[in-house]
């Protein structure tokens, strides 16, 4: 019976009646349109122009002093096929990130740990770790530069006054790369990923960790079976912004080394740099820099597909 009288009162409800713009509120929309506006030409012009930019001239021989030439795909094809430097470089990438990010996930989650327990001087102490953070990458390069000389480095020195001889770190093929690992770890342990570490363990649930206090578990125990699977997303964030700029390197290795010795931190962002700014191939460093963004989400992805395995998210049901 409802199903037949349903239709003639709906039917009899006049149409909803569309919001006129009045005065005022074409007045607030275009104070917010002029409002925006900054943000907009500054998107357009910086991030959208240069983007699509980018993708056209990658399919194009260009060298800013004659107008792009289409060629196609030939750019992609060359760095596959011809350039000498181009997997070379990704490799170098990889390898400075597999050092660097596992280390300085440790030594971050160490550093919030240690900060997270109540100390003297708690708040000086978080200062203190943080500073580095603040330096300009260019002058922590020079600085390390100059404390890693074989000659008269600070690190040298030290390392001789325990009876071990210091290698050349940044005039060696096999050291170069673990030397830039050091001088990035300086800046990175302390820094925002350890204030996201940090904000991650204060959100432990105090009651789980007198919990397995009470059932008798140890420290070590508390955070291997506690804290830990709780920081799980904490962790997942830190890991994959970590490997992003990692992989994205460019100042230290630019500052401290310019690419060498004999291209051993020849880096693909130093391999981009040069093919754009040194010999003005603006095509084909548009097709280098696509190919390393295909690679970085290509990685991204697969993170984030094998997260379900290991990250627990508070609320989820398994």
Not at 37 to 60: C, E, M, Q, R
Not at 290 to 312: M, N
């Amino acid at each position: 019976m409802a199903l037949q009288t349903s239709a003639p009162i709906q039917a009899a409800l006049p149409p909803p009646r569309r919001r006129r713009w009045t005065a005022s509120r074409r007045r607030e929309a275009l104070e917010g349109i002029l409002y925006l506006s900054p943000w907009i030409i500054g998107f357009l012009v910086f991030v959208a122009g240069p983007l699509l930019a980018s993708i056209y001239l990658s399919f194009t021989k260009y060298n800013v002093l004659r107008p792009p030439q289409w060629i196609g795909l030939q750019n992609y094809i060359y760095a596959f096929t011809k350039d000498e430097l181009f997997f070379p470089s990704i490799w170098r990438t990889f390898y400075y990130a597999a050092l660097l990010v596992p280390l300085a996930m440790i030594g971050s989650l160490l550093a919030a740990v240690l900060l997270n327990q109540k100390l003297v001087g708690l708040t000086t102490w978080r200062t203190l770790y943080f500073l580095p953070t603040l330096t300009p990458l260019v002058a922590a390069a020079l600085l390390w530069r100059w404390m890693l000389n074989p000659d008269v480095g600070l690190v040298n020195y030290l390392l001789g006054q325990v009876g071990i001889d210091g290698p050349g770190w940044l005039s060696s093929t096999t050291w170069a790369i673990p030397a830039l690992v050091i001088m990035a770890l300086w800046a990175s342990v302390g820094g925002s990923r350890m204030i996201i570490f940090l904000a991650g363990l204060q959100d432990v649930p105090k009651e789980l960790l007198e919990a397995a206090e009470i059932d008798g578990a140890g420290t070590w125990t508390k955070f291997w079976r506690v804290t830990l699977p709780l920081i799980t997303p904490t962790v997942f964030f830190n890991l994959v912004l970590g490997i992003i700029f990692a992989l994205r390197t460019f100042e230290t290795a630019f500052v401290a080394t310019n690419g060498g010795p004999a291209r051993a931190t020849w880096f693909i962002s130093l391999h981009i740099y040069q093919n754009a700014f040194v010999s003005f191939d603006m095509g084909y460093a548009s097709a280098l820099s696509w190919l390393f963004f295909v690679i970085l989400f290509v990685f991204t992805y697969i993170q984030f597909r094998t997260s379900a395995g290991w990250v627990y998210y508070a609320g989820e049901r398994g």
